[in-house]
């Protein structure tokens, strides 16, 4: 890779505040804060700088995935008092060559300004924020000093509802539905401005997509920080809680053809790594498996917990798009314990008699005794 590629970051300024890296080998968590327009993001991010004063959090604002402005601001806050760099790109944009440019940039002003403990970015509203998740979360397995923490979909109590059900032309799936089948966490923000019954419609709408994911209420997007912050939602620490979470999947029903859903199943028994990595191809990358009348299932994210030959351990399972991921947990196998799959799915498309169907087809089939 070519120095030359990678965008330079500029700090304002040569007299920067003091460096307090006191642990440089420790890896920087990023938490992605999505959304559509208007919903409430800034208004978090700004609540978050507020409150939390023991981290040096560095914001990456709004411009991630807008391809025209020459300089990006980038906002600090330590100990409470705010201060901006600014990140000049030599080839324009933060977003043009993000894989490698973009987190290679926050690194480099690392270097110059000492480590951030956390790094909040705010995406735009129309954002899809898997494409922003994979860039950080592929670069963490490249020895990357900065992983992927958690994504966090701020939702307008008021307007989310139209945003979820809005329809795109060329059946392609709308940002505000997308964004909430990403999500770790959910913000059912400005409920100020609506009657309980409103907001139990936008409840179980956003429901009905990611029966996984947490749901907060907030005004002004105050959330505890502990709920939003240090999720570790795509590494293998998550797989203490996401077993709890498994077993309480809630899962829904298409009540639209083209709705975006949460199944979930279950296989008991021990499989190959390599099935399961057809499986995953099959699903993620060649697309082709169908439902019962021949579309195919559209997986926008995948979450599961399974019990590999050989492994003592569970393994967790992550997919965001067509980038997927088998870790070990500390979490093992006890002796006396039924060793099981559980994997959840979301997407379009999506019949769960049909993908077990699938799932014990693959794992069986190629360990040829069946
Ligand atoms: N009534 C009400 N207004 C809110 C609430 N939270 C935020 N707002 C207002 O909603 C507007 C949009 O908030 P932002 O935080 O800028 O939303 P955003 O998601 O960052 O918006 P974009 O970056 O433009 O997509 C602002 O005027 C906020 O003051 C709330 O809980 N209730
Ligand atoms: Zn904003």
Redesign the pocket.
């Known amino acids: 890779m070519e120095d030359e590629d990678c965008p330079d970051l500029v700090p304002i300024g040569t007299d920067g505040a003091e460096q307090t890296d006191a642990s440089p080998g420790r890896k920087i968590p990023v938490t992605i804060i999505t ?12 609540y978050i700088l507020t409150e939390q004063h023991n981290k040096r959090i560095a914001v990456i604002l ?1 411009e991630f995935g807008e391809g025209s402005a020459l300089e990006k601001s980038l906002a600090i806050s330590q100990g409470g008092e705010l201060y901006e760099e600014w990140l000049e790109l030599r080839n324009g944009c933060l977003c043009c060559s993000v894989k490698d440019s973009g987190v290679k940039a926050i690194e480099n002003l690392m270097q110059r300004r000492g480590k951030f403990d956390y790094i909040l970015l ?1 995406t ?2 129309l954002a899809d924020p898997g494409a922003v998740a994979s860039m950080f979360w592929v670069d963490s397995e490249l020895g990357s000093d900065i992983y992927l923490d958690g994504i966090v979909s ?1 939702v307008d ?1 008021k307007y989310g509802l139209q945003h979820l059900t809005e329809e795109k032309p060329e059946d392609l799936i709308n940002e505000a539905s997308r964004q909430v089948a990403l999500a770790d966490l959910i913000i059912i ?5 609506v009657s309980e019954e409103e907001l139990n419609k936008v409840r179980t709408s956003v429901r009905s997509i990611n029966g996984l994911v947490k749901i907060l209420e ?4 105050r959330v505890d920080l502990s709920n939003v912050l240090d999720l570790h939602a795509f590494d293998s620490l998550s797989g203490v809680s996401l077993q709890k979470k498994l077993e309480h999947v809630k899962t829904t029903h298409a009540h639209l053809d083209k709705a975006i859903i949460t199944v979930t199943f279950e296989v008991p028994g021990n499989i190959k790594e390599e099935n399961l990595n057809l499986f995953i191809q099959n699903l993620l990358w060649e697309k082709n498996v169908k439902d019962k009348t021949g579309c195919t299932m559209d997986v926008i994210r995948l979450k599961g917990l399974v019990s590999i030959q050989g492994k003592s351990h569970q393994v967790i399972v992550q997919g965001v798009h067509e980038l997927y991921d088998l870790e070990e947990t500390s979490v093992a196998w006890k002796e006396d314990e039924k060793r099981t799959n559980r994997l959840v799915l979301i997407g379009r498309n999506l019949d769960k008699e049909t993908i077990k169907e699938v799932f014990i087809a693959t794992v069986r089939e190629e360990q040829g005794n069946s």
């Not at 923000?189 to 401005?193: E, P, S, V």
Request: aromatic letters at 4%; proline letters at 0%; charged letters at 20%.
């Open positions: 959304g559509y327009l208007g919903a409430g993001k800034t208004t978090l991010l700004n709004n705010e735009t509203g701020v109590a923000n400005k409920t100020d401005l907030t005004q002004r997007s």
